[in-house]
Nanobody
């Protein structure tokens, strides 16, 4: 079974930056990796996703221009570079993998089959 592990979360002041990593391991292929976040009392939100082979990306409006998703297939790793962080970015960030092929990726959690445990990101002064 495919396994995902996130790292890179932490506490940062507003305007700061963090880079999250999502490493995949185990058996099973995937075509897309998505990053999601969930703040206390709120529903899970799709942040960004990337197609493994083409590199096509999708971003939520709330993070466009601030977050950048990338992948290194040689390391089985997908990154989420987060800049100009705001307090409202505070959440548990999780990565997920989709095992069904699609040309473009989706920021909908129902499209994903495997999930990591998540990493906490806190933006506060």
């Amino acid at each position: 079974q495919l396994q995902l592990m996130e790292s890179g979360g932490g506490s940062v002041q507003p305007g700061g930056s963090l880079r999250l990593s999502c490493i995949t391991s185990g058996y099973g292929g995937y075509y897309t990796i998505g990053w999601f976040r969930q703040a206390p009392g709120k529903e899970r939100e799709g942040v960004s996703c990337i197609v493994k082979y083409s590199g096509r990306t999708t971003y939520a409006d709330s993070v466009k221009g601030r977050f950048t998703i990338s992948r290194d297939n040689t390391k089985n790793t997908v990154y989420l570079q987060m800049t100009s962080l705001k307090p409202e970015d505070t959440a548990v960030y999780s990565c997920a993998a989709r095992s069904v092929y699609s040309i473009n990726c989706q920021n909908s959690e129902g499209a994903y089959d495997y999930w990591g445990q998540g990493t906490q990101v806190t933006v506060s002064s």
